[in-house]
């Protein structure tokens, strides 16, 4: 258990992921009926970027100023890209950020999560480690129809599951270390959806060697998936000697047609996240809808 999100905090996989993730949120409130949001590796629910490059043991890099860090709060972006970024830089004022370029704090999922929820929403956070869930328990004390969960996230997808609402995001956003996260994953999702099988549900993945999407879309070739696609984003475009080039989304019941604007928007999002020449985003249907 040593990963600690606060160094990677807004770096380009929190912006793919988090960008998504109000993608999904706005699109399953397009009904009114009453929806459940479960995050299972909640992280801290915030960050303070100044301590981006502090972390338990050795001084790294931030790596948000290759992330968020190249959004600039008002420039014009597609619609999507844009509440992101809006939200993100709302979040940055509010605890003491400069309008402008002076980035302070980043919202992890519970804050993305609480900003977007509806009256009628409610929330379930959950995280293993003491510290970060010690965090979340404070920043969310007294929330309405908020609840944190020191649990882990994959028993949580069964303690937790179906909820009264009957209609569920879940986010799963685990860190890749233990080596078998994956097959956790896909026993995760499997009795997830055996509980609701219309949840919607997103899990980030790593590109790498050696957790990458093709092991995890391997290992999911056993389920019978429902509908489902991937948003992937390689920032390297096949050239750094680096350990994670590119990341991804995989959604299993996305709302209907938010593919078709998610889309258009990827080119805007591979210009400002790009660190090579060959950068490149899709979005590509993993199990088609029938
Ligand atoms: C990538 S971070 C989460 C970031 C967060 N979802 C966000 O987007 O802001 C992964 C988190 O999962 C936690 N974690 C690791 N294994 C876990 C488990 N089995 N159950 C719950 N949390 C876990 C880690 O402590 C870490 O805080």
Redo the contacts with the bound molecule.
């Keep these: ?1 040593n ?3 606060a160094f ?1 905090a807004g770096n380009f996989a ?1 912006v793919l ?2 960008y998504v993730l109000i993608r999904l949120v706005r699109g399953l409130q397009r009904k009114e009926k009453p929806l459940f949001m479960l ?6 629910g915030a960050y303070d970027l100044r301590h981006a490059a502090r972390g338990d043991t050795l001084e790294r890099q931030p790596e948000w100023p290759h992330g968020i860090g190249r959004f600039r709060a008002g420039e014009v972006l597609p619609p999507g890209l844009a509440e992101y970024v809006g939200l993100v830089h709302e979040f940055n004022r509010e605890h003491g950020g400069g309008a402008g370029e002076t980035w302070r704090a980043y919202p ?3 804050e993305i999560f609480a900003h977007l929820r509806r009256p009628q929403d409610r929330l379930a956070f ?4 003491p510290e ?1 869930a010690a965090l979340l328990e404070q920043q969310f004390r007294g929330a309405p129809r908020t609840q944190v969960h020191r ?4 028993h949580a997808l069964k303690a937790l599951l179906p909820p009264v609402e009957r209609r569920a995001l879940v ?1 799963i ?3 890749y270390e233990a080596t078998d996260e994956i097959a956790r994953i896909v026993a995760g999702l499997t009795a997830a959806l055996r509980r609701l099988p219309a949840a919607t549900i997103a899990v980030w993945y790593p590109l790498t060697t050696r957790a990458g999407g093709e092991r995890l879309e391997q290992a999911l070739v056993a389920l019978s998936l429902p509908p489902a696609w991937a948003v992937e984003v390689d920032v390297w475009g096949g050239q750094g000697e680096v350990k994670m080039p590119g990341c991804g989304v995989l959604v299993l019941n996305p709302p209907w047609r938010l593919d078709l604007e998610i889309e258009p928007e990827l080119p805007a999002l591979v210009r400002h996240l790009a660190r090579a020449p060959g950068a490149a985003a899709r979005l590509r249907w993993v199990v088609p809808e029938s």
């Design positions: 258990m990963y600690r999100h990677h929190d992921k988090h995050d299972t590796h909640a992280g801290a992890g999922s519970p959950v995280e293993r480690h970060e649990l882990d996230g994959y986010l956003d685990p860190p």
